[in-house]
């Protein structure tokens, strides 16, 4: 569909809760699409509306291990008590990463783009970005959260 710009940094677009989402109609499937084709090519793994400038409760997910996760309203309903520390980056703080303590499985309840529920049980990698995109949609950003936030090494 289209490549949209990333907002970075400052933005304030960035620090707003993102707006929950009533109607699935084709305006939603078509910013699932942008934001699934500015993921790529960002080369990135997940993406939040409000990364390039819309406020709604919508994240995508491609971590590499199967599913493509297209997600309206998500929301935690469950994390483990086992946290774990991992580098992280963002597309939005772009050659920056710094260290962050999450928990390590959650359960992740949204709607998919025909509105049918569906429930992740995510642990790892997947965990990891579900919970760093659906930060996002509540304007926390993984720099509020980091420990050591540092220049990427080229």
């Given at each position: 569909?289209?490549?949209?710009i990333?907002?970075?940094?400052?933005?304030?677009?960035?620090?707003?809760?993102?707006k929950?989402i009533?109607?699935?109609?084709?305006?939603?499937?078509?910013?699932?699409?942008?934001?699934?084709?500015?993921?790529?090519?960002?080369?990135?793994?997940?993406?939040?509306?409000?990364?390039?400038?819309?406020?709604?409760?919508?994240?995508?997910?491609?971590?590499?291990e199967?599913?493509?996760?297209?997600?309206?309203?998500?929301?935690?309903?469950?994390?483990?008590?086992?946290?774990?520390?991992?580098?992280?980056?963002?597309?939005?703080?772009?050659?920056?990463?710094?260290?962050?303590?999450?928990?390590?499985?959650?359960?992740v309840?949204?709607?998919?783009?025909?509105?049918?529920?569906?429930?992740?049980?995510?642990?790892?990698?997947?965990?990891?970005?579900?919970?760093?995109?659906?930060?996002?949609?509540?304007g926390?950003?993984?720099?509020?959260?980091?420990?050591?936030v540092?220049?990427?090494?080229?």
């Open positions: 569909m289209a490549i949209k990333i907002r970075t940094n400052d933005d304030p677009a960035l620090k707003r809760v993102a929950r009533t109607k699935i109609d084709d305006r939603i499937e078509k910013l699932v699409s942008n934001m699934l084709d500015t993921m790529y090519d960002a080369d990135g793994i997940g993406l939040a509306a409000p990364q390039i400038g819309i406020s709604k409760r919508v994240i995508t997910v491609d971590t590499d199967g599913d493509v996760y297209k997600l309206i309203n998500p929301e935690i309903t469950n994390s483990s008590q086992e946290k774990e520390k991992a580098v992280e980056g963002c597309l939005s703080y772009p050659g920056l990463q710094g260290e962050v303590i999450r928990p390590r499985q959650v359960t309840q949204a709607l998919d783009l025909n509105g049918e529920e569906v429930i992740i049980e995510a642990s790892g990698l997947l965990a990891r970005a579900l919970q760093h995109e659906i930060d996002h949609l509540d926390i950003t993984f720099i509020d959260r980091a420990e050591n540092y220049r990427e090494e080229s």
